[in-house]
């Protein structure tokens, strides 16, 4: 079974802090996502990985930079937090087959409250 | 812009009854639709899949149609279980190469016992 394990289920930080938030899968997938969900808007991608030291934008990347050193863990980083990144972050992962039939496993979230 | 809809927000049906979940979407080019359902507290789990060459996809319970030149996508749950009481989620592949997707806004599904 795929394991996307990500370091925290719940964090509060404060205003203008710098948050890691670390996501880690065990199935050698080459793909690697972030999103954020909140009520009424879905899953909003931010940034995903679609190899080692690649990144792209998603829809939402204001705010936030990524990280990917290592093919098994992806890490979102919040620059300078605002309020407004108050949500729940989810990591995903895939493999890269080619083809699109390869479902997105997601970790379980991380609830981030910035005060 | 939303490519991916979902316009209802809840549903709310009885037990053994069918649930039926719908999704609209604007690009033509999507080659994948998916859906997941997610549980308060948990990640997305994958529910079932369908290509776009394909009008219909059944795994147990779970029945997914697509109806390409209405750009609509549904999910039917026969027979409902309160257990399927989730937000469900429809997503198109955007990308096959990076396994890009995009998400609808979910639906509450309760099934009343």
């Known amino acids: 079974d795929v394991k996307v394990t990500q370091s925290s289920r719940y964090l509060v930080k404060r205003t203008g802090e710098k948050v890691f938030l670390e996501c880690v899968q065990d199935m050698d997938h080459e793909n690697m996502f972030w999103y954020r969900q909140d009520p009424g808007l879905g899953l909003r991608l931010i940034y995903f990985?679609?190899?080692?030291?690649?990144?792209e934008k998603g829809d939402i990347p204001e705010g936030y930079s990524v990280s990917r050193e290592k093919k098994e863990r992806f890490s979102l980083i919040l620059e300078s937090a605002s309020t407004n990144q108050t949500s729940m972050y989810l990591c995903?992962?895939?493999?890269?087959?080619?083809?699109?039939?390869?479902?997105?496993?997601f970790g379980d979230g991380t609830r981030l409250s910035i005060l | 812009d939303q490519q991916v809809k979902q316009n209802s927000p809840s549903l709310s049906v009885q037990e053994g009854r069918i649930s039926i979940l719908n999704c609209d979407y604007t690009?033509?080019?999507?080659?994948?639709f998916l859906w997941y359902k997610k549980y308060p507290a948990e990640g997305p789990t994958f529910l079932i899949s369908?290509?776009?060459?394909?009008d219909k996809n059944e795994d147990g319970r779970f029945t997914v149609f697509l109806n390409k030149s209405a750009k609509h996508l549904s999910l039917h749950i026969v027979p409902s279980q309160p257990g399927d009481s989730a937000v469900y989620f429809c997503?198109?592949?955007?990308?096959?190469?990076?396994?890009?997707?995009?998400f609808g806004q979910g639906t509450t599904l309760q099934v009343k016992p």
């Open positions: 690009n033509s080019m999507f080659d994948y």
């Open positions: 995903a992962s895939s493999k890269h087959t080619g083809g699109s039939d390869q479902p997105q496993h």
């Open positions: 997503a198109a592949s955007v990308n096959s190469n990076t396994g890009k997707l995009i």
């Open positions: 990985s679609y190899d080692v030291k690649m990144k």
């Open positions: 369908i290509s776009s060459i394909k």
